[in-house]
Structure formats: structure tokens, C-alpha cells
């Protein structure tokens, strides 16, 4: 992982290498997705240990259980409308499997599955399907309508169709690219800086104080990548109401 | 007893904002962010979504354009006809970003 030999090695942490030993390795279950299954197991852990005691008053566990389920819910109602309701067990899944997932790699020796951009296209992949799913089963061949703004001339519709259409696609790119390039680049920058640390620490007295002056930044790096993954984690869970929204009641 | 309710001085409410606000408990009502302030984010992540939206946009068209080029053999045009309106519809996601909400 470390680049210890004189060269940063900044794209080797993303390797994917097979874990659990023989059987992973016949079924190729990498790192990634054992830190998929992880996640997956945290959240029922966070859901199912904190709502066990059902306790009047909440302890801090039951709270935070508490909290973060209010908290998607109001996202879903304030962002959908009232039939946001339906999609909250998807948006809290979605929410909580990618925070997790970025919260995760913050752990040294621990892997950041949604830097790859495969994840995240795929999560993106299923958002774009279903929007467009609800969409056309709630308004049928009048989804099209979605495509065309009010109040434009006749002759312009077929252009701006056309633009409607690609800025329509572009969302599958625009979602996905941007939680995998935060994820990356923050890990990235993690790893230069780490490796920054190990160099000039070889290298007497006055690079013990620009290693130490590495090591602080790193630290602050680390704070910022739990913003970061906060932040991208609530952008992704927002823009998927978002899009519901526009399912549910285009324009 | 029930001087809180129809007490001479200030009512109960009145006296406890006042006596929050004296603490600093009270946050003071943030000014209003528009459109950008809803996914929260510096300068920083502004940029990169402006670049993001615009560059998606952009390769979704050419995307197309190359795809339908290659079905129908007609190589540069389609591709040449895509490009101005990717980047139309990239202006377009920038609109839909940053349009004050009416």
C-alpha cells in the first residue's frame, strides 16, 4: 500500500484483491465487496441493536437509530412531495449503504468500495431505471411531455427534445462521476501525502520536521475526507429524491 | 401559578427567547443561500459540479452522435451535429442548478 521505495504509488490502493482465503478467491469476492457486505451488516447492526431496547426515552444508539431514519424520512417528504413516503425504505437504503461505505474507507487497512466507478454506476444505474420506471408507470406515454418545457414555439421542440433528452442522460454520469471522483480523490491525495510523510522521514533531522508537517496535514486531510463522505453520501440520497420528484410529478 | 400566561411583565415565550438568545443558543437565522445552498458545499464542490454537469452532458452527446454515426455510416456528421447540443444541454443542467426557484 505505502510507497516506501522512493516512488508514490497513488492508484495501487485500488486494487482489487480477492479476500476470505481459498473460498474467496474461487468465487473472486475481493476486498470491495466484503466491505459491501460490511456495510450492509453495520446499517442492520445500527438499526437493529438500537431499536432493540424501544426504549420511551433513547439511549444514544436508539437516538442515533432514531435520528437517522427521521432524517431520510423528512428528505423523502420535503424533496418527493407526500408520496415520498413509498420510496423512503430505497432512499434510506441508498443513503446509508454509500455513508457507510465512505465512512469505511477512513479506517486504515480498510477499502473505500465506492471509489470505484463501477459502484457507483451501478447505484446510479438503478436510481436512473427506477426514476424513469415510476415515471412512465404513473404517466404512461405522457412522460414524454417530461422532455418538452412550457410555453416554447413550435418549430423549437424538436431541438430542445433532443438537448432535454441528453441532459436527461447526463444524469447517469453526472451522479455517478461525482461521488467516485470525491471518493477517489480524497484517497488519492491520503496516499501522496502519507507517502510524503515516509520519504522525508528518511531523511535526518529537518525532514523529521516537514514528515511531522505532512503527518498534520494528513490529519486534517482525514476530517475532511469524513466531510466529504457525509456530504457526497446526503448529495447522492438528494439528487435521487430529486429525480423521483420529477418522476412523480414531471416538471 | 399561572403568571407565565397572563402575567404583567413579558409572556413565558418572550422571556425564554430572550434568555436563549442571551446564550447564544439560538442560531441566528442564516441568510438565505438560493438554489446552490441546498446541496450545501463550498466554492469548491460548486466548481466541480459545474464541471461535472457540463462535461457528462457533453459526453452523453458525443456518446450518441459517435453511436448513430456508426449504425447509420455517416461518420463525422452526426457526431458534428451532437456536440453543440451536448453542450447546449450542459448549459442546460447549469440552468437547472443554479435557476433562482420561482
Known sequence: MAAGSGSIDALGQFQLHPTLGFIGSSVNFTQSNLMMVVAGLLVLALLWLGMRPRAMVPGRLQAAAELSYDFVL??????????????????????????????????????????HIVVTLALTLVVFFLSTGVAIRIHGLHFLSYFVPQGVPKALIPLLFVIEVISYLSRIISLSVRLFANMMAGHVMLEVFGAFTIMLGGLGLLGYMSAGLTLGLNTLLIGFELLVATLQAYVFAVLTCIYLHDAVHLH | MNQDQSGPGPSFEERLKAARSRQGLDAPPKPALGNQGELGGSLWSIGLRVGIELVAALAVAVAIGYGLDRIFHTTPILTVVFVPLGGAAGILNLWRMFAPKD
Do not use: W
Open chain 1, 74 to 115: 423528512s428528505m423523502c417528504v420535503d424533496q418527493i412531495g407526500p408520496e415520498g413516503r413509498k420510496f423512503f425504505p430505497f432512499v434510506f437504503t441508498l443513503f446509508f449503504f454509500i455513508l457507510f461505505g465512505n465512512l469505511l474507507g477512513v479506517f486504515p487497512y480498510f477499502f473505500t468500495f465506492t471509489s
